[in-house]
């Protein structure tokens, strides 16, 4: 149990554009799902705390018109990069939280997404 | 401010041996939860094991254990009889509260065959 996938797993695309990356609890309801930004040889950063039916809460210094977090359902949350520049290039990770498998500290990973803006 | 610390960037080991990965922490709390996370090169990042503060027991998971020292806020793991298949990254994470995970700089372990 406790499956997480994400999709696409890497993307390339133009500077300006949107890309939306969905991150999806396979087998249980996630009603807490954060996404994580990770540069090459280096750690994990939280960029954002997605709640199901509710605004995600960013962390300091990310900007939310840039990274958008929809939290829909208890399977789903997108996260989009809008208005894409080399900049962003990285390596977008999401986990989850499932309250019926664990206790909410213990958190799940999806196999993470690889942007490269060109 | 909660901060991790991995103060061993790369370490190697020879398959079948016995490796251990230290961690420290900072935290003012007295009840928290410590994990360590493993990323392979697929990126999948993968719970290792986890320890909750209160518990003075040490957390095992088969060849993974832990040597916990609450009073030195110290977090090592000792992975025994190291095979291929546990060369990765090592994340060392503390859990903050309100659903938040801090992690260390990680630990890159390579398994000499």
């Known amino acids: 149990g406790a499956v997480v996938s994400q999709h696409p797993s890497r993307v390339i695309c133009k500077s300006g554009t949107s890309v939306k990356i969905e991150c999806r609890s396979l087998?249980?309801?996630?009603?807490?799902m954060f996404w994580y930004r990770q540069f090459p040889k280096k750690s994990l950063m939280l960029m954002a705390t997605?709640?199901?039916?509710?605004?995600?809460?960013?962390e300091q210094g990310v900007e939310k018109d840039k990274f958008l977090i929809n939290h829909a359902s208890l399977t789903l949350s997108t996260l989009t990069v809008t208005s894409a520049h080399p900049e962003d290039s990285s390596f977008y990770i999401c986990?989850?939280?499932?309250?019926?498998?664990?206790?909410?500290?213990?958190?799940?990973f999806g196999p993470g997404t690889r942007l490269l803006v060109l | 401010a909660q901060t991790v610390t991995q103060s061993q960037p790369e370490m190697s080991v020879q398959e079948a041996e016995t490796v251990t990965l230290s961690c420290t922490y900072d935290?003012?709390?007295?009840?928290?939860?410590l994990f360590w996370y493993k990323q392979p090169p697929s990126r999948q990042m993968i719970l290792v094991i986890r320890?909750?503060?209160?518990?003075?027991q040490n957390a095992t998971e088969n060849r993974f254990s832990v040597n916990f020292q609450k009073a030195a806020k110290s977090f090592s793991l000792k992975i025994s009889d190291s095979q291929l298949g546990d060369a990765a990254m090592y994340f060392c994470?503390?859990?903050?509260?309100?659903?938040?995970?801090?992690f260390g700089q990680g630990t890159r372990l390579t398994i000499n065959p």
């Open positions: 997605s709640n199901e039916g509710s605004k995600a809460t960013y």
């Open positions: 320890q909750e503060a209160y518990k003075q």
């Open positions: 087998d249980f309801q996630a009603t807490t």
């Open positions: 986990s989850a939280i499932s309250g019926q498998l664990d206790a909410v500290e213990t958190q799940y």
């Open positions: 935290t003012s709390e007295s009840d928290y939860y």
């Open positions: 994470a503390y859990y903050l509260g309100a659903q938040k995970l801090v």
